[in-house]
């Protein structure tokens, strides 16, 4: 399988076969009880199959450890982040970032120039985050969470061999 961005990356294309192993990292990452949209076994077999998707996984000590998913829609130019996951066992240790970097160089492997995301507004840790990383504010949709949160749509222009 082809690795997503350099020749010592950690992270590949899903296969159909990663996909049991995704689900179990899904809902140990995300609390069931606040994520009512976790991704199935299904569901992320069907990403891994499907041509406009990314679906990225990481691997570590032998074993898929987490994943990054974007999706790409016809006519657009970017690609849409839609989900990261990282085994809460090895969470901190970078691969989130990784994972991240990947997502983006899976975009301009799809020919696509640029990566949207979708924060929440009261979350001014990832607004940080993706401000420090280069996105900027692309668009805002009032009470757009169902406990009335706006969401902020971030965007960033990708260029070939810049991270
Ligand atoms: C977010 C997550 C994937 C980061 O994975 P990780 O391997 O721990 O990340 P790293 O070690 O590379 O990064 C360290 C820090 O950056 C954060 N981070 C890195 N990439 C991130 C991203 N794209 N989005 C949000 N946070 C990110 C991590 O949460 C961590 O924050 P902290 O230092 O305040 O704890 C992981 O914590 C996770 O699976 N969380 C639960 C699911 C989730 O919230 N996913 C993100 C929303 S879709």
Redesign the pocket.
């Known amino acids: 399988m082809q690795p997503i961005s350099t020749d010592d990356s950690r992270c590949r294309s899903a296969t159909i076969e990663d996909a049991g192993r995704l689900a179990a990292i899904e809902r140990a990452?995300?609390d069931p009880s606040r994520y009512d949209g976790l991704i199935t076994q299904r569901q992320f077999r069907h990403f891994a199959a499907r041509a406009h998707a990314a679906l990225i996984v990481i691997e570590h000590d032998g074993a898929v450890a987490?994943y990054a998913l974007v999706l790409f829609r016809r006519g657009s130019s970017a690609g849409r982040f839609y989900?990261?996951?990282?085994d809460?066992a090895?969470?901190?240790?970078?691969?989130?970032?990784?994972?991240?970097r990947a997502a983006e160089n899976a975009v301009l492997a799809h020919d696509r120039s640029r990566m949207r995301l979708e924060i929440r507004e009261d979350n001014q840790?990832?607004l940080n985050?993706y401000g420090k990383m280069g996105y900027r504010l692309a668009l805002r949709v009032p009470h757009y969470y169902p406990d009335g949160c706006a969401a902020l749509r971030l965007e960033r222009t990708l260029q070939l061999g810049a991270s």
């Not at 989900?83 to 990282?86: G, H, M, P, Q």
């Open positions: 990452a995300f987490g989900s990261l996951a990282v809460p090895i969470q901190g240790a970078g691969l989130g970032s990784e994972l991240f840790t990832l985050r």
